[in-house]
């Protein structure tokens, strides 16, 4: 059972590159999320989708898009990579209607130096 | 908006010790309450939710949680700890028609000492 998958694990980018950060579940859910990490902040909602062709802004989504152009996966992307990106970024999904449960994948490791 | 404080960044304990992690919401509207659990370099994985009905809600592991309305406080225990139940512990809150997007405190770190 893979779940949800996130390409890659780490990566290091230099300022003002750019990269995109693939999530592929395999839990034919509606609802995909993407969250960055940062020590002492919890998690925080980047972008979301609630089905496929469909995003939303969250509560932190300047200088990332997103695109959902197929069901089972959500990439988000970097456009110009800034120090202030340098976070552990998790994708989730959600089924939705009752089952509420969300799954997360392992996480990316970025650092922008 | 809603917003999610968990009182305790740190907690040490010893093995086979009682413990609980604090979490208070604040929200306009009902919402649904969680607490998931981060093992190192790994990502969530839920523990327990309440979405209605009985306000003590068992989780996983041995843990369970009790909604009070009142207090807004939906508080995480465990009767006696294990080494393996060292972690970070994060509640989160989702408000029905939200689309299940959840609003997590910043985590308590749970340490569990020999």
């Known amino acids: ?113 | 908006a809603q917003s999610v404080t968990q009182l305790d960044s740190q907690v040490p304990v010893f093995e086979e010790a009682p413990v609980e992690l604090r979490c208070n919401y604040s929200s306009s509207v009902s919402v649904y309450l969680f607490w998931y659990v981060q093992y190192p370099n790994q990502g969530l994985q839920l523990l327990l939710k309440y979405l209605s009905g009985s306000t003590l809600v068992k989780g996983i592991n041995g843990f369970e949680a009790e909604f009070n309305k009142s207090q807004t406080s939906f508080h995480l225990r465990k009767p006696s700890v294990h080494i393996s139940d060292t972690a970070e512990y994060f509640c989160a809150v989702s408000p029905p028609g939200s689309n299940y997007k959840l609003t997590f405190g910043k985590g308590t770190l749970l340490t569990v000492n020999p």
């Not at chain 1, 893979?2 to 590159?17: I, M």
């Not at chain 1, 395999?26 to 909602?45: A, T």
């Not at chain 1, 970097?78 to 970024?89: D, F, M, N, R, W």
Request: overall charge positive; hydrophobic content about 35%.
């Open chain 1, 1 to 113: 059972n893979a779940g949800v998958t996130q390409t890659p694990k780490f990566r290091v980018l230099k300022t003002g590159q750019s990269m995109t950060l693939l999530c592929a579940q395999d839990m034919n859910h509606e609802y995909m999320y993407w969250y960055r990490q940062d020590p002492g902040m919890g998690l925080r909602l980047i972008h979301y989708s609630v089905g496929e062709g469909t995003t939303a802004k969250g509560e932190v989504p300047d200088g990332y898009n997103v695109s959902r152009l197929k069901k089972q996966n959500f990439l988000l992307g970097l456009e110009s990579a800034a120090p202030s990106q340098t976070s552990v970024y998790f994708c989730a999904s959600t089924q939705g209607q009752m089952n509420t449960e969300a799954f997360f994948g392992q996480g990316t490791r970025l650092t922008v130096v």
